[in-house]
């Protein structure tokens, strides 16, 4: 059996599994879902419903789009994504997990929140950019000179965050983060794992994922 990925592809935490699955080279069959009508063979394993899902060759499943990250990195880390302060990286992609997420959609879904207008919950994510900002005025990387788990496993949110008003974005006292979040987003990695394919519910189609060059 191979392993098996569910994936949406416009889902951050989806995408970080795929980053670290592609750039591992863990060959994986990759099934696209959609969240609207999600494949009963991916709820069987999970079933809470959240993508991505993981179902290792062995039969293990992962729901956790972190830990199949580490599934990944652990099986090949070429680049040493999962070397340095691991405690710290997981401490600041927990604040984003738990604390700016939370910010991010109700800025992106400001309509659906009346309480504040979009600017309030923009404010208030903004505290996270501040706090990456300071790190990535020191070095390069959030974690320092290298490239790690944290970057790869943020980036995905604060494009997505970036990209609900981009004008404002483009405008805003980021310097440092606008670099680095476009240095992500232009990069082969990244263009590699935002390839689209068909619903694999509808195509049934065996998708190889990463493809090879
Ligand atoms: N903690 C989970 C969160 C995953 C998650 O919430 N994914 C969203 C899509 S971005 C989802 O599947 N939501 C279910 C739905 O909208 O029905 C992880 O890290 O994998």
Same mark, same amino acid.
């Given at each position: 059996?191979?392993?098996?990925? +569910?994936?949406?592809?416009?889902?951050?935490?989806?995408?970080?599994?795929?980053?670290?699955?592609?750039?591992?080279?863990? !060959?994986?069959?990759?099934?696209?879902?959609?969240?609207?009508?999600?494949?009963?063979?991916?709820?069987?394993?999970?079933?809470?419903?959240?993508?991505?899902?993981?179902?290792?060759?062995?039969? =293990?499943?992962?729901?956790?789009?972190?830990? @199949?990250?580490?599934?990944?990195?652990?099986?090949?880390?070429?680049?040493?994504?999962? !070397?340095?302060?691991?405690?710290?990286?997981? /401490?600041?992609?927990?604040?984003?997990?738990?604390?700016?997420?939370?910010?991010?959609?109700?800025?992106?879904?400001?309509?659906?929140?009346?309480?504040?207008?979009? @600017?309030?919950?923009?404010? #208030?994510?903004?505290?996270?950019? =501040?706090?990456?900002? #300071?790190?990535?005025?020191? /070095?390069?990387?959030?974690?320092?000179?290298?490239?790690?788990?944290?970057?790869?496993?943020?980036?995905?949110?604060?494009?997505?965050?970036?990209?609900?008003?981009?004008?404002?974005?483009?405008? /805003?006292?980021?310097?440092?983060?606008? @670099?680095?979040?476009?240095?992500?987003?232009?990069?082969?990695?990244?263009? /590699? @794992?935002?390839?689209? +394919?068909? =619903?694999?519910?509808?195509?049934?189609?065996?998708?190889?994922?990463?493809?090879?060059?």
């Amino acid at each position: 059996m191979n392993h098996i990925l +569910y994936s949406y592809r416009r889902c951050p935490y989806a995408m970080r599994a795929r980053l670290a699955i592609a750039y591992s080279q863990q !060959q994986v069959s990759l099934r696209e879902i959609t969240l609207k009508l999600k494949p009963e063979q991916m709820i069987a394993l999970s079933a809470k419903g959240t993508v991505p899902v993981l179902q290792s060759a062995d039969g =293990t499943v992962l729901d956790e789009s972190l830990d @199949i990250m580490v599934w990944a990195l652990e099986r090949c880390d070429p680049d040493g994504w999962l !070397q340095g302060n691991l405690a710290e990286m997981l /401490s600041l992609i927990d604040e984003n997990d738990f604390e700016f997420k939370g910010w991010l959609d109700k800025y992106k879904y400001a309509d659906r929140f009346p309480q504040y207008p979009a @600017i309030y919950y923009r404010d #208030n994510g903004e505290e996270f950019l =501040t706090k990456l900002e #300071n790190r990535l005025t020191n /070095s390069p990387y959030l974690s320092g000179e290298k490239i790690s788990l944290a970057d790869m496993a943020i980036f995905p949110f604060i494009r997505q965050f970036a990209c609900v008003d981009k004008e404002w974005f483009e405008q /805003s006292p980021y310097p440092s983060l606008k @670099i680095w979040l476009s240095n992500f987003s232009d990069s082969a990695l990244f263009r /590699s @794992i935002m390839k689209k +394919y068909p =619903t694999w519910l509808e195509s049934k189609q065996q998708i190889i994922f990463p493809e090879t060059q």
